[in-house]
């Protein structure tokens, strides 16, 4: 009987896996040992571990893996070793819909042939002549814009005038509806099939804009003022009645630096800067813009995301300072579409002003934004695109 005991024993031992019994500790040197629980539990209390007490794995940017000792984790850290994998590892996305996630160390070389950082850049926005928004891979953007999808809002909507001059802009698709009730293509008193141009003023505000303001409001007249973001400060309330008076308002950079020497960020601040000051100085975001010496090349056109306004006629008051010059480059040669370029920030200009714009409404020109110009002459301007007349 007990033969038969210690053999039921022996065989219920021989049917446990070896090692459920054996156990595999590590010191802090380093060394690793594999004995019996038993013996484990002893050296447990005598400086030795399991492997998840004293080992963290840590990564690496280029895709490597370490087992680093945890005490000694922030030695790794400095080192450029990460706790999460997640922390060297970067998703990508391609302008097809596709992502990919790929070491950090591998980072620029698939920027480089065509993978992206954010959804964002691989997404384009379009819109729909009665007002739908859709958000399409970059891959596709051309496929959609065959089937009447469009890049900017502005080009499914139309401008509309009521009775007493208000604007509103509604999608094409509610044009005809709108008419119905009584809107306007145009602004009340302006005639598209009569000659029309479109004023502009550059540098501004200053100390002469409310000058110049007095006698387009007294002529019922509008122009378009091309700001210099770092002026809105000092000349807030000229920029506020400039929006007030139904004047457009005109992005001319932050400090009229010449655009096209500046690197991408740089030049984004100028532009964006200026939005964002004006915005918050009279509610207004500039609509059109006016890089500083009529300088731009690709990345400025790009960059600024509204229509590049040059000019026709150029008055040179910065250079003449003088009225009678100035009020004569405008009279001789003004003609239907033109857009002029004269400074409110000299008082000479004002003066000019004073008579250039009474001449101008008796020859029969209708004053009027840039804008304006650009909606009753080719129905509208388009972004990044670079005008120096409508006709
Ligand atoms: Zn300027």
Request: a negative charge.
């Amino acid at each position: 009987m007990r033969n038969f005991m210690a053999a039921l024993v022996a065989a219920f031992v021989a049917i446990l896996p070896v090692s459920a019994t054996e156990v595999t500790l590590y010191n802090l040197n380093g060394e690793e040992i594999t004995v019996s629980s038993g013996e484990a539990e002893r050296l447990r209390r005598d400086g030795w571990y399991y492997f998840d007490e004293i080992y963290t794995v840590v990564y690496s940017e280029d895709g490597r893996s370490v087992n680093a000792l945890t005490n000694r984790l922030d030695e790794w850290k400095n080192a450029g070793w990460y706790e999460n994998m997640s922390d060297v590892r970067t998703t990508l996305y391609s302008e097809d819909g596709r992502s990919i996630t790929v070491w950090n160390a591998e980072v620029k070389a698939y920027l480089a042939v065509g993978w992206y950082r954010t959804p964002e850049e691989v997404h384009t926005t379009l819109y729909s002549e009665d007002g739908r928004e859709i958000s399409v891979w970059n891959a596709e953007v051309e496929a959609y814009l065959a089937v009447g999808w469009y890049r900017n809002p502005e080009e499914v909507q139309t401008v509309l005038y009521n009775e007493n001059g208000e604007e509103k802009a509604v999608w094409n698709a509610e044009v005809e509806a709108y008419l119905a009730a009584g809107w306007l293509r145009s602004r009340p008193g302006i005639d598209p099939s009569r000659p029309m141009l479109a004023l502009t003023f550059d540098d501004g505000p200053g100390p002469y804009t409310d000058r110049i303001l007095d006698c387009l409001a007294q002529n019922n007249a509008k122009a378009t003022f091309f700001v210099v973001g770092n002026r809105l400060g000092r000349y807030g309330a000229q920029l506020k009645r400039e929006a007030e008076l139904g004047m457009e308002i005109g992005n001319h950079s932050w400090s009229h630096a010449s655009l096209t020497n500046l690197g991408d960020s740089a030049l984004a601040s100028q532009i964006n800067d200026t939005n964002t000051k004006a915005l918050e100085t009279a509610g207004v975001c500039p609509t059109v813009m006016r890089p500083p010496y009529g300088s731009h090349n690709a990345a400025v056109r790009s960059a600024a995301g509204m229509p590049v306004i040059l000019w026709s006629i150029d008055t040179l008051d910065w250079k003449t300072r003088n009225a009678d010059a100035t009020y004569k480059a405008v009279i001789d040669k003004a003609k239907d579409g033109d857009i002029i370029l004269m400074h409110d920030i000299h008082e000479s200009t004002a003066a000019a002003v004073e008579r250039i714009v009474p001449e101008l409404v008796r020859r029969g020109f209708q004053l009027v934004t840039v804008s304006e110009l650009g909606q009753y002459r080719a129905g509208g301007l388009t972004a990044g695109k670079a005008y120096s007349s409508v006709r």
